[in-house]
DNA sequence: GGTGAAAACACTCTCAG
DNA sequence: CTGAGAGTGTTTTCACC
């Protein structure tokens, strides 16, 4: 895993745009398309650079509606835990999920289009899920930064 | 920005995985490479296709010590929240930054490497911030689902 | 809207050094 | 790591449905 500086640099062009060619790349960091090649091969094998996709307008697909739904579950039961967590992956709305220390047991960061369709994902499916205590919904006014750039 | 079927299929794709080829979609969707080609190319002309990036493995970069950090500002005056908001864009393990309704006024995500990692940051970059009056950090456990697929 | 084909070009990938 | 060559995908243009 030892990430040299050119690994470094070469992680965070991708990062931003991964449609940069490998010559772009070699030209920028003063190497060969070779060496640019093998290391960004490298880092692909060994999965270091996860994937590659495409981000999407929110506002321009109409699913700018974002909202943190704060839940709580009844009982924190292997079992429950982890039903719960299987029926979370099947629901498209859910863009995110993390398992959180505090006051509530997971974030969900929901995608929706409007608080009529917040409201129907809440009603109709998430609260239908067994295990359930409580939820708790913190809606986004405007969005400051939304980066998938992680500094190496 | 009328969306069809095929375009909603093409956008589901590249969010996926965007380095298929025309070809590759072509096959799936049963047309022809030139008529992909086009739809991709207007989808990117108007910026509902945002741009292309790598998604990198955080444990293995050794970023995965993840915190939703929840701000309170001081007031809420425009030059306040604005130079608030210009500063912490500046701060790369801010990954996420929403304006949020309800009990605090911002939403951080924050990846850093570790504990001692997060709290240098928090001495030393975040509060030393004007115009915060309180900070809630919230510490994942685990991560259930983290994608950047949006259903079109 | 779409097809299919051809040509030009650019990039990826491999290999010898 | 480099440079060059082969292979592959992209991009554009065309005539046409």
Redesign the interface.
Known sequence: ?N?DEIDKNI?QL??????ITTKEISYRLKLSMTAIHERIKKLER?????????????E??D?NF?V?CHIKLIQHTKDNVSKF?RE??KL????????????YD??LKV?VKNMKAYRNFLVNKLTTLQGISSTQS???????????????
Do not use: P, W
């Open positions: 895993m990430l992680l991708l990062q931003r745009d991964s449609k060994q999965k270091i650079i996860n994937r590659y996709v495409a981000i999407l307008d929110k321009k697909i699913k974002l943190f967590e979370i992956l498209e709305e859910v863009s995110e999920c993390f398992h959180v220390s505090g006051d997971y974030i995608c913190t809606f986004m006014i405007s969005e400051v930064k939304n980066s998938t750039e992680i500094n190496v």
